[in-house]
């Protein structure tokens, strides 16, 4: 009755191993008791939100990443929490206890089917109609981890959740292929520009095939619906006079005899000397560059100077549209997810004014500009590759406009990372809104940071860093990959990728966490229940469990529908400790060698477990797919499940027969990694930054 220092170290050393006195068994009620008023006192609460809040710096950290995350309050939406900080926790009600003890009664009865995929498939009336891009990688550079994580594998797992929620969904990515990289690229191997882009389209595909990317149609710039809408959008601005005429001061190489395209010119920043700065933007700082304004500039082929000579360009009016973008953008800023770094990055630009942006380039390989004077150019990367996801869209279908002239029925998410930003929030809808042809604009801006590569600095030619085509030759399965590059996703910060974090979260989270559950549970039913799921009685424990499973299901839907990877993959890592903890409490190994009441308590133990399973297989369906499929083969599960409900029902009834149950996941050891460490090193020793290109 009395409080002492005692019980405030105590209370500290336990509570990262607690965090809720409810989930206790209640053979501890002396422990709950205590621990439930110590947790209840002012200064310890206090302490406890300051300790979530900042725990990526606490000494805690280590202990409560091992723990289930804080539920959080019925009702209370995830998105008042600002990205990276975690809810305050939460305990359990009797209303939760209740609800989800209802919830799971109903079983699958009354749940949606999952949903037939038609092709085409076309937005429809009175549905969700969700239509999501991936930055359109350029064709000659071969995909690294950063831009995988970076648009197509963050995108995936958006399109895979969007469809286990039976929303109509398409998810289109594609090449960008045309442009001064293609034409030396063709130089340099004996090669046309298009052979190039055949060769190098086929090492996209590959790659992302092998990461199960599930584009619903993966395409490319290079096509006659390109030169088309491309050339009507054009038509369109020049109409409505939108577009400017003006000479430009350009590099030229006069050893290599032709304009060089910005991203074929480095040198100096001239806002921050950062020395490798490329012609139209620089890494370091952000801020985009006229390559004429670089210090000390060099041809990227030849390492030559050029020199500056006068070309006449075209120009969008971007300061004539300021006023409608504007306006669109407050009005999708209040309504869309757009991340912060999005935000950010778009308010500097209108901060600053606006300025006439190029969309002509003197080239040869490109769309070609459909207007006397110049025709012997052709469009701009930036003007031309965006105007890529309604191509590729049309190649798709020859209903397009159905998805990108009906901004009414769709719900538009472009995935990229951060440098894209100003080209997906400024440029483009600055294009579609001066057509005025009622286009589809973008709702939802995902960007992320940057991926760090341990300690080197990044170089194909010198083998420093994992592309996708190398990925595939470590001898981890891609799911792995896919995990790990989505664990460490780059939400709020720029995160690294690391060997030996690799190996930890596999050992940890996959093998002894995730893997160790879901074996446990479906061998229970094998060994002990002869394959068939046994009956479930259920104590107010297991139904407090199905409220904190409830609660971590919950948690998942609403950092996906905002779009928070990362964040969302920890609420099922949370439902597989908790699994843990309730097979390691109950112990039904030796409870089915009891008496008859503890053989019951077994089964119910068992079912509730391989239960969690399955709901894991679904959960996990938009992250490891390959791992999802297993368990539900092993488990046997019928195909209405595979749809995400919003509450934790029970998928799989007593009578249900299992199939054969074996290991999830292999351990990582220290010699593989190291090997891997060492392959992929190339004895660098300078900071690698990916990032994804056009």
Known sequence: DKLSVADIVVWGSVYPLIVDHSS????????????????????????????????????????????????IPSGKPVCSEPEGEETPAHIISEEDILAAANSWSKGLVDTMQPKQRPHPILPVEGEKNVLITSALPYVNNVPHLGNIIGSVLSADVFARYCRLRNWNTLYICGTDEYGTATETKAMEEGLTPQQICDKYNAVHTAIYQWFNISFDFFGRTTTQQQTMIAQDIFHRLLDREFLLTDTVEQ??????????????????????????????QCDKCGKLINAVELKKPQCKVCKQSPVIKSSKHLFLDLPKLEKRLEKWLEQTFSSGDWTANGRLITRSWIRDG??????????????????????DKVFYVWFDAPIGYISITANYTDQWEKWWKNPEQVQLYNFMAKDNVPFHSVIFPSCLLGAENNYTLVNHLIATEYLNYEDGKFSKSRGVGVFGDMAKDTGIPADIWRFYLLYVRPEGQDSGFSWNDLMLKNNSELLNNLGNFVNRAGMFVQKFFNGCVPGMELLLEDKKLLAQVAAELQQYHQLLEKVRIRDALRCILNISRHGNQYIQVNEPWKCIKGNQQDQKRAGTVTGLAVNMAALLSVMLQPYMPTISNIIQEQLLMPQESNVLTSDFRCYIQCGHRIGNVSPLFQKLENDQIESLRKRFGGGQVRRLVFHVQY
């Open 24 to 71: 206790l068994p209640d053979k501890f009620s002396s422990l709950k008791y205590w621990f439930k008023n110590i947790s209840q006192l002012e200064q310890c609460q206090k302490v406890v939100t300051l300790l979530l809040k900042n725990q990526g710096s606490s000494i805690f950290k280590t202990h409560l990443q091992k723990q289930p995350a804080p539920t």
């Open 251 to 280: 590099l030229r190489c006069e050893t290599c005899q032709r304009f060089l395209a910005d991203r074929f010119v480095e040198g100096t920043c001239p806002f921050c000397n950062y020395e490798e700065a490329r012609g139209d």
């Open 354 to 375: 606006l300025k006439p942006r190029c969309i002509t380039r003197d080239l040869k390989w490109g769309t070609p500009v459909p207007l006397d004077g110049f025709r």
